[in-house]
């Protein structure tokens, strides 16, 4: 894909709406920008439909301006909270059925590197925990066992927050929630380790508390899954609504759970994808 694809054909400025003409002028399409540069340039999410504090839309937002390449990007996501988000996402998206994304995701991947074989075409998946962990555990796991050069990011809110506040595989032990009111009776499921003994030659968890490491973590899985295999970012997102904290309150929280161990920023570089992104930085210079 190149700008003319998305480019206002002459005569038609005046017809469209404001905010595509500035997504075409000031968007960050074939451009180096990264979060530093957030607030200064029309961005590929701004106003969306979650609830106010919502980590997920936050870490999505900050996703999406650490894609290296969104014009030749494609989502694709599941049914849950950030599915309510992705009609106002300036980037080419598939709402998948709940579960089957990385299946989706495999056969689209497939069918670009078949149709543009000389450029970089990325395919990265986008869920909740329960599409990613629960219910599309099949499809997400068989995925990296046949080694598709896919990135799969999970956007963990400790539940099924779309209907209701449900316990899922990733909420903690003793958590007290809808259908769990006794308290969850089984520990957090390690899924980072679960990505790496299923072949994830890269994996990273990180949240939006430290917007350059989860830039640095999208990035390069991104880029790793392009030439060596099948990536994992795992992006803590805490949901104010159904675990009750203010809004406000939501990077404060990740840095209590942070503090207490429940959540820890990690990375994992398999030695071919460490190899690989020490080639990149040296030819960056």
């Given at each position: 894909m190149t700008r003319r694809m998305f480019k206002i054909s002459a005569g038609f400025e005046?017809?469209?709406?404001?905010?595509?003409?500035?997504?075409?002028?000031?968007?960050?399409?074939?451009?180096?920008?990264g979060v530093a540069e957030l607030g200064t340039f029309k961005e590929l999410l701004e106003e969306h439909p979650l609830c106010a504090g919502c980590g997920l839309a936050l870490s999505l937002r900050l996703t999406l301006i650490s894609l290296p390449s969104p014009e030749d990007t494609v989502i694709v996501g599941a049914t849950g909270c950030s599915s309510l988000a992705f009609p106002q996402v300036a980037v080419h998206n598939i709402h998948s059925l709940f579960g089957n994304q990385n299946a989706v995701a495999t056969g689209l991947k497939r069918a670009l590197s078949l149709r543009f074989p000389d450029r970089a075409k990325d395919v990265v998946v986008i869920a909740g925990d329960g599409a990613t962990c629960d219910i599309g555990l099949e499809s997400v796991m068989h995925s990296w066992f046949r080694g598709e050069k896919l990135t799969t990011i999970m956007l963990d809110n400790e539940a099924y927050a779309n209907t209701g506040g449900q316990e899922s595989g990733m909420s903690q032990?003793?958590?007290?929630?809808?259908?769990?009111?006794?308290?969850?009776?089984?520990?957090?499921?390690?899924?980072?380790?679960?990505?790496?003994?299923?072949?994830?030659?890269?994996?990273a968890v990180a949240a939006p508390h430290q917007p350059r490491r989860l830039e640095r973590s999208v990035r390069r899985a991104i880029l790793i899954a392009r030439e060596i295999g099948p990536t994992y970012v795992q992006l803590y997102t805490p949901c104010p609504t159904n675990y009750k904290f203010k809004p406000a309150d939501t990077l404060s929280v990740i840095r209590e759970q942070e503090k207490a161990g429940l959540f820890r920023p990690d990375e994992y570089l398999s030695p071919e994808a460490a190899a690989y992104i020490q080639q990149l930085e040296e030819a960056k210079g």
């Amino acid at each position: 894909m190149t700008r003319r694809m998305f480019k206002i054909s002459a005569g038609f400025e005046e017809v469209m709406p404001p905010e595509y003409r500035e997504l075409v002028e000031k968007g960050p399409f074939e451009k180096q920008l990264g979060v530093a540069e957030l607030g200064t340039f029309k961005e590929l999410l701004e106003e969306h439909p979650l609830c106010a504090g919502c980590g997920l839309a936050l870490s999505l937002r900050l996703t999406l301006i650490s894609l290296p390449s969104p014009e030749d990007t494609v989502i694709v996501g599941a049914t849950g909270c950030s599915s309510l988000a992705f009609p106002q996402v300036a980037v080419h998206n598939i709402h998948s059925l709940f579960g089957n994304q990385n299946a989706v995701a495999t056969g689209l991947k497939r069918a670009l590197s078949l149709r543009f074989p000389d450029r970089a075409k990325d395919v990265v998946v986008i869920a909740g925990d329960g599409a990613t962990c629960d219910i599309g555990l099949e499809s997400v796991m068989h995925s990296w066992f046949r080694g598709e050069k896919l990135t799969t990011i999970m956007l963990d809110n400790e539940a099924y927050a779309n209907t209701g506040g449900q316990e899922s595989g990733m909420s903690q032990l003793g958590t007290v929630l809808n259908m769990a009111p006794m308290g969850k009776k089984f520990k957090k499921v390690a899924f980072p380790e679960v990505a790496k003994a299923a072949g994830c030659v890269y994996v990273a968890v990180a949240a939006p508390h430290q917007p350059r490491r989860l830039e640095r973590s999208v990035r390069r899985a991104i880029l790793i899954a392009r030439e060596i295999g099948p990536t994992y970012v795992q992006l803590y997102t805490p949901c104010p609504t159904n675990y009750k904290f203010k809004p406000a309150d939501t990077l404060s929280v990740i840095r209590e759970q942070e503090k207490a161990g429940l959540f820890r920023p990690d990375e994992y570089l398999s030695p071919e994808a460490a190899a690989y992104i020490q080639q990149l930085e040296e030819a960056k210079g």
